[in-house]
């Protein structure tokens, strides 16, 4: 109740922009009523991805919240604790796409090294055009 409470505070402040808490909506035992939306960031400890964005859904559809998806890029992977290699990037984030219900897409934490590998560069971009391929939608509850 202590993040619905500041949820509130900050649209006191700021009426017009959302307030999203960096944790799953499955967190929350009650409806929180300020708070706009929840993030589930995949990893694969997570199980089965097409699973885990189901029940994400679920769960945010269930307590009025929208949904910010996205993964840990760089201690996400398969053995757990290790960098996604690009064809997990590829096809984890475009299971985390197939829902219409999230309103973003956020990758943890940014690894310029990481990133600009040329596999790990065509993932992303596969990732960008799904993206940007997806209906606009607010992340406002």
């Known amino acids: 109740r202590t993040v619905d409470e500041m949820a ?8 017009g922009m959302p307030t999203i808490v960096r944790t ?3 967190y929350f035992d009650f409806n929180p009523r300020y708070l706009d939306a929840a ?5 694969s400890r997570r199980g089965n991805v097409s699973d885990y964005i189901r029940q994400q859904v679920a769960d945010a559809q269930k307590r009025g919240l929208g ?3 996205g993964m840990n890029v760089l201690k996400g992977g398969t053995p757990n604790g290790t960098r ?10 475009s299971a985390l796409l197939s829902s219409s219900y999230p309103c973003a897409f956020v990758s943890w934490k940014y690894n310029s090294d990481y990133l600009n590998t040329s596999s790990m560069r065509d993932a992303m971009d596969y990732l960008r055009n799904k ?3 997806r209906s606009a939608k607010s992340c406002r509850s």
Do not use: D
């Open 131 to 133: 993206a940007e391929n």
């Open 8 to 15: 509130r505070y900050s649209k006191q402040l700021w009426p």
């Open 39 to 43: 993030w589930a960031q995949y990893l």
């Open 24 to 26: 799953e909506p499955g």
């Open 84 to 93: 996604m290699t690009a064809p997990e990037v590829k096809s984890w984030g």
């Open 67 to 69: 949904l910010v998806v």
